[in-house]
C-alpha cells in the first residue's frame, strides 16, 4: 500500500497527479523539488512517467469527466489519502464533482458547482463575459447552419468555428479550431463538427501578430484571495494560425495590467479557486487585450511559472489540505522556456512564408530553458527526442 500518512513532517501527504504530457510532467517536477511525492495517474505511459520525480502506480487510468469512475479508481488505490490534482479539463470536471465524503479523503484545491463549467464550456464562458463587460471577441453560439447568418457572409473569413468543448475537439480533430474561408466552408466545418457531437461557437478572429498574446497565470486560495500573479508573453507559436506556444518569455505586471483587472473581475465574481492561466490577445485595432479563454488547471508551462519564482502547484497541495498559502508578489522578469521540437517546426514553417529567418530564431531562442529536457531530469527529454526520430524513420521508410 502507498504510504499516504500524515502524521509524520518526515512523510508528507502525497498528490495523485490526473494527466499526462508536458503538463504531467511540470507539475510532477514542480512538486518532486518541493519534496512533495507525487504519482502519475493517466491513460498511456509517456515521457512524463520517465521523470525522476514520478513515483509507479501498476495501472493505466483513461481520462474521463465522470466523478463516479474516478471516485471508483480511487477507492481501489490503496491511499489512506492523498491530494489530487488534474491536468486536463476532464479530469477538472470529475475531481470538481466528487461527492463530499470522498473529497475529504482526495481533496484538491478547484473551483466546484455550476461556476466550474465555466471554464470548460466555451458558450458559458462567452456569457459571463458578456454579463460582467469584460473584453473580448465578437462570439457567437452555432447550433445550427442558420446561425452563421450572424456574420455577414463577405467577413466569416475573419471568423473562426471553436469549440464549446476544447479537449473534445482537440482529440477528434488535432487542431484548437477551423479557420473559414467562406460561408460554403463554414457550412462544411459546421456539419463535421455536429457528427462529431461537439457544439460549436463562432469567434472574430483578434487582429495582431504571434507576440500580441499574452498570459496572466496564478492561484487563488480556498478563501478567494488571488496569491500569485505571473505573466509572460507568447514569442513564437506552432502551428502559426491556432497552434500552441512554442516560446514565451516572462514579463511583468504592469506589461499587461488591463487584463489582470478584468481576468480578477471574473475570477471574483465566480468565486473561483485554484490554479488558473488566462490567455488574451492585444487587439491592435484599439489595444485592448480581449480575453480568449482560461484555463482551470495547470498548463502546458506551469513548471516555467515555478522556476521564475512562482509556484502554484505548491500552493494548490497546500491550500487543498487547509494549511496557509504566502502570497507571492515577484517573480523573474524576461525569462525564458521553449518547447524545442515544435518551436523548430515553428520556424520551418515560417521560414517558408518568408516571415523568419534562422538568425532571428536563434537569437529569440537563446538562452531559453527547455520545457522537457534537463540535465537534473533528463530521460523525459531522451524518451520525447527518441520518439521523434523514430516517427522521422518511419517516414523515410514509408
Avoid at 500518512?5 to 495523485?16: A, G, K, T, Y
Avoid at 515553428?346 to 530564431?361: D, E, F, I, N, Y
Amino acid at each position: 500500500m502507498p504510504d499516504s500518512r500524515d502524521s509524520n513532517p518526515e512523510r508528507p501527504i502525497p498528490v495523485l497527479v490526473l494527466g499526462s504530457g508536458l503538463t504531467a510532467l511540470g507539475v510532477c517536477r514542480t512538486l518532486g523539488r518541493a519534496g512533495i511525492p507525487n504519482y502519475l495517474i493517466n491513460a498511456k505511459a509517456d515521457f512524463a512517467n520517465r521523470s525522476r520525480w514520478v513515483r509507479a502506480l501498476d495501472l493505466a487510468a483513461r481520462e474521463s469527466s465522470d466523478a463516479r469512475r474516478l471516485a471508483s479508481l480511487l477507492g481501489g488505490l490503496g491511499f489512506e489519502r492523498a491530494v489530487l490534482m488534474p491536468c486536463s479539463d476532464q479530469w477538472s470536471r470529475a475531481v470538481a464533482g466528487l461527492e463530499p465524503e470522498v473529497a475529504e479523503r482526495f481533496p484538491a484545491s478547484v473551483t466546484t458547482g455550476p461556476a466550474a463549467d465555466v471554464f470548460t464550456d466555451k458558450d458559458l464562458f462567452r456569457m459571463a463575459l458578456e454579463r460582467l463587460g469584460v473584453p473580448m471577441p465578437p462570439t457567437y453560439p452555432v447550433r445550427a447552419p442558420a446561425d452563421l447568418d450572424v456574420v455577414p457572409a463577405d467577413a466569416i473569413h475573419r471568423f473562426f468555428l471553436k469549440p464549446r468543448d476544447s479537449q473534445a475537439f482537440v482529440q477528434r480533430f488535432g487542431k484548437k479550431a477551423f479557420a473559414l474561408r467562406n460561408r460554403q466552408d463554414a457550412m462544411a466545418r459546421l456539419d463535421e463538427m455536429r457528427a462529431a457531437g461537439i457544439d460549436a461557437v463562432l469567434q472574430e478572429y483578434v487582429v495582431g501578430p504571434m507576440d500580441a498574446h499574452y498570459f496572466v497565470d496564478g492561484f487563488v486560495d480556498r478563501s478567494g484571495d488571488i496569491k500569485a500573479r505571473f505573466s509572460r508573453r507568447r514569442l513564437l507559436m506552432y502551428p502559426i494560425d491556432f497552434g500552441n506556444s512554442t516560446l514565451v518569455v516572462s514579463v511583468p505586471l504592469r506589461e499587461v495590467a488591463p487584463a489582470v483587472e478584468s481576468l480578477e473581475l471574473l475570477l471574483r465574481d465566480l468565486k473561483f479557486r485554484g490554479i488558473f492561466s488566462a490567455e488574451f490577445k492585444r487587439d491592435e485595432r484599439d489595444g485592448r487585450f480581449k480575453l480568449l479563454e482560461v484555463n482551470a488547471r495547470p498548463w502546458w508551462f506551469v513548471e516555467f511559472a515555478a522556476l521564475s519564482g512562482v509556484d502554484v502547484c505548491s500552493m494548490a497541495y497546500r491550500d487543498a489540505l487547509g494549511l496557509p498559502v504566502e502570497s507571492i508578489g515577484d517573480y523573474e522578469v524576461g525569462a525564458r522556456h521553449m518547447l524545442f521540437p515544435q518551436h523548430l517546426r515553428a520556424l520551418l514553417q515560417l521560414r517558408r512564408k518568408g516571415k523568419l529567418t534562422l538568425r532571428s530564431w536563434s537569437l529569440q531562442t537563446r538562452g531559453a530553458r527547455d520545457a522537457v529536457f534537463r540535465w537534473s531530469d533528463p530521460v523525459p527529454g531522451l524518451v520525447l527526442a527518441a520518439g521523434y526520430l523514430n516517427k522521422l524513420w518511419g517516414r523515410s521508410q514509408s
